[in-house]
């Protein structure tokens, strides 16, 4: 059903604007700062603080993971750096991926997270043959979510207080796309 060799050849992924490129370590530093924003950790309840060189090494290794795809999103004209984003935790029995993303601040707000979404929805469906993409989201990320939706996911349920963030618990959304359901979606 999966095609394993999806997840290992590592594609390039070319849309209107950008561009979805292997993450290597060149990458470090600008995902470094991403991790240093307080506002992107807030929206990604990321909670672990990552040294520089701790993320230079995953960065490096990224290529050599065969079960996982983590790519940068590239102008495509500048080749500068917008975000990143993974497709991770395969399930090859039951076609299922987890799916992230994560923009540089000043890249947000025009498109173009919806845009690399669905590059990669549709590497994941129609290349690598998954069957289900699942995702979380906070509700104070509205922006998030509509994104989300307008790629082709939705809510499907609710993990009650499952983020403890600032001192205050917070509900976490469960979303997900399915091969061939509204990814064309405007
Ligand atoms: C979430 C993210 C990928 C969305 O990508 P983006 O390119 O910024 O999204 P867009 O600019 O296309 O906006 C998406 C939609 O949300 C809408 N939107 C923006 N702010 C909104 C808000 N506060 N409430 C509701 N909708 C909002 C936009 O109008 C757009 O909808 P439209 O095209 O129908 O007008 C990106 O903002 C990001 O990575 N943010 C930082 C980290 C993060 O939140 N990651 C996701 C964690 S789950």
């Excluded at 079960?67 to 750096?81: A, N, P, Q, S, W």
């Excluded at 991770?88 to 845009?115: V, Y």
């Excluded at 669905?118 to 993409?133: E, M």
């Excluded at 001192?167 to 979606?185: F, N, P, Q, T």
Aim: negative net charge.
């Amino acid at each position: 059903m999966i095609d394993p060799t999806a997840l290992s050849e590592k594609p390039v992924l070319t849309g209107e604007r950008i561009r979805l490129v292997q993450l290597t370590r060149r990458h470090a530093d600008a995902f470094h700062a991403t991790f240093l924003d307080p506002e992107t950790r807030r929206l990604t309840g990321t909670h672990r603080d990552w040294t520089l060189p701790e993320l230079q090494e995953w960065c490096a290794a990224a290529a050599g993971r065969p079960d996982r795809l983590d790519l940068v999103i590239e102008d495509r004209e500048t080749g500068g750096y917008l975000g990143e984003l993974a497709l991770s935790q395969i399930d090859k029995d039951n076609a299922h991926g987890t799916f992230r993303i994560s923009l540089a601040d000043d890249a947000t707000g025009r498109g173009i997270g919806p845009e690399a979404i669905r590059l990669l929805l549709a590497y994941a469906f129609d290349r690598v043959g998954l069957h289900r993409v699942e995702l979380e989201v906070f509700p104070f990320n509205p922006r998030a979510r509509r994104a989300y939706e307008k790629c082709g996911f939705e809510v499907e349920g609710r993990l009650r207080e499952a983020l403890y963030w600032d001192g205050e618990w917070h509900d976490v959304l469960i979303m997900a796309a399915l091969s061939g359901s509204g990814r064309e979606r405007a």
